[in-house]
């Protein structure tokens, strides 16, 4: 089994330390083999703020962890007009990852992550040409026993969130050709602070079979409809076992885990089983 840590839109400089810190724990007692960070490192792109993120992944890279991660909209600057057309990534890539589409296989798993964040839009995401050839090119060299998740920042899907629609990344046609032509299994997002998984067929009727998970907001405290939460992912031979860890009493506790195993060409929830402890 490999396990894989979910983390979304941290926002430091809009951060809650104590949920840092619990988070920081929660990792290590889970034993994560991958941590996965879907984008939105910082609340304003500021230098300081990024320090403070980069503080962070060292921290979890000291104790052993891996750590793929992806820029969201937040990490590009706002206010600061030259650097978001000039240079919009440049701290990011000084602080988190000079490499804006990271891969990495783990035993069973192989997981990319693609960068969505763009300097023209002062929220939503696209993705392009050169980022599907790279998909194919990279799941390509996979072994075809492998279960393969993209991450990104922005949602592959339109979501419903609080009753209203969070928009679909820009081109999500290209997207959504890269995910079925690459054989991709499974899909990580965050940017809507709000947790949740199904399958892709219940959101467009020409997906395909792949499992659509998305993160709340870990640290920030900027909030919507659901309290600050992660997500721990455990998979195992043809199933995913997705578990939601709320903040609730001043700790992370785990939700109903919820168990997907994959039947005839698409993902099948099974009933609820004992969340991770």
Same mark, same amino acid.
């Given at each position: 089994?490999?396990r894989?840590?979910h ?6 400089g809009a951060?809650d330390e104590r949920?840092v ?11 994560a083999d991958l941590v996965v960070i879907?984008?939105?490192f910082t609340q304003?792109a500021?230098t300081?703020q990024?320090r403070?993120?980069c503080?962070?992944?060292?921290g979890?890279?000291?104790r052993?962890h ?6 969201g ?9 030259l650097?978001?057309?000039l240079?919009?990534?440049?701290r990011?890539?000084r602080f988190?990852?000079d490499?804006?589409?990271p891969f990495i ?7 990319l992550?693609i960068?969505?964040?763009r300097s ?6 696209r993705i392009?040409r050169d980022?599907?050839d790279?998909?194919?090119e990279t ?9 393969r998740i993209?991450v990104?920042h ?5 979501l419903?969130v609080?009753?209203e629609?969070?928009?679909a990344i820009?081109? &999500?046609?290209l997207a959504?050709?890269a995910v079925e032509?690459? !054989? #991709?299994?499974?899909?990580? *997002? +965050?940017h $809507?602070?709000?947790?949740?998984? &199904?399958d892709?067929g219940?959101l467009?009727?020409?997906a395909? !079979? #792949?499992?659509?998970v998305? *993160? +709340?907001? $870990?640290?920030s ?5 659901q ?8 998979i195992?031979e ?7 860890h709320a903040?609730r009493?001043?700790e992370?506790k785990?939700n ?12 099948r929830i099974?009933?609820s089983?004992?969340?991770?402890h």
């Amino acid at each position: 089994m490999t396990r894989i840590v979910h983390l979304s839109d941290l926002h430091f400089g809009a951060h809650d330390e104590r949920l840092v810190e619990a988070v920081d724990w929660e990792v290590d007692r889970l034993k994560a083999d991958l941590v996965v960070i879907s984008g939105d490192f910082t609340q304003r792109a500021k230098t300081e703020q990024f320090r403070e993120a980069c503080k962070f992944l060292e921290g979890l890279r000291d104790r052993g962890h891996e750590v793929l991660g992806v820029p969201g909209n937040h990490d590009v600057p706002l206010y600061d007009v030259l650097r978001r057309f000039l240079s919009p990534l440049a701290r990011y890539r000084r602080f988190i990852d000079d490499t804006l589409c990271p891969f990495i296989e783990l035993p069973g798993v192989a997981v990319l992550g693609i960068n969505t964040a763009r300097s023209l839009t002062f929220k939503d995401g696209r993705i392009n040409r050169d980022q599907v050839d790279f998909i194919g090119e990279t799941f390509a060299r996979v072994a075809s026993d492998k279960m393969r998740i993209i991450v990104t920042h922005h949602p592959l899907f339109a979501l419903e969130v609080g009753g209203e629609v969070e928009r679909a990344i820009g081109r &999500q046609e290209l997207a959504l050709d890269a995910v079925e032509e690459s !054989g #991709v299994d499974m899909v990580l *997002a +965050g940017h $809507a602070h709000h947790a949740s998984s &199904q399958d892709a067929g219940e959101l467009v009727t020409r997906a395909g !079979g #792949v499992l659509v998970v998305q *993160a +709340g907001t $870990a640290t920030s405290t900027r909030v919507r409809e659901q309290e600050q939460s992660f997500n721990s992912i455990d998979i195992a031979e043809g199933s995913a076992t997705i578990t939601v860890h709320a903040w609730r009493g001043g700790e992370f506790k785990a939700n109903d885990a919820q168990r997907y195993e994959w039947r005839d060409g698409r993902w099948r929830i099974l009933k609820s089983v004992e969340p991770v402890h």
